[in-house]
Nanobody, 131 residues
Framework: QLQLVESGGDLVQPGGSLRLSCAAS????????IAWFRQAPGKEREWVSC????????YYTTSVKGRFTVSRDSTKNATYLQMSNLKPEDTAVYYC????????????????????????WGQGTQVTVSS
């Protein structure tokens, strides 16, 4: 079974940057669709970004477009979420998730991305944006 471990969460000032990492073990992450979700206190889990395993297409929720970038390093079997120009509303626990789903005719990453479509999850990492 694929195992995912996030890291990189921290306290950062508004306008700052962070890079979250999600290390995978058990299987090659390159064969998986990868998504990042977040959950703020008192709020529902929210999809943030997704990387399609079939053609590498990336998707972002509107509130993070232009500020966040998802990537994958197959040599390290890891995925990353580079976050810049962080805002207080980005404060949340961030989770990476993965599934082997997308094909030439089906894109699990096409918005709206559903958490229920992903079957491997990390434990989460806390990101706090505050001055």
């Amino acid at each position: 079974q694929l195992q995912l471990v996030e890291s990189g969460g921290d306290l950062v000032q508004p306008g700052g940057s962070l890079r979250l990492s999600c290390a995978a073990s058990g299987f090659p992450l390159a064969t998986y669709d990868i998504a990042w979700f977040r959950q703020a206190p008192g709020k529902e889990r929210e999809w943030v970004s997704c990387l399609n395993r079939y053609d590498g297409t990336t998707y972002y929720t509107t509130s993070v477009k232009g500020r966040f970038t998802v990537s994958r390093d197959s040599t390290k079997n890891a995925t990353y979420l580079q976050m810049s120009n962080l805002k207080p509303e980005d404060t949340a626990v961030y989770y990476c998730a993965a599934v082997q789903s997308s094909t030439w005719w089906w894109d699990v990453c096409k918005p709206p991305v559903k958490g229920s479509d992903f079957n491997s999850w990390g434990q989460g990492t806390q990101v706090t944006v505050s001055s």
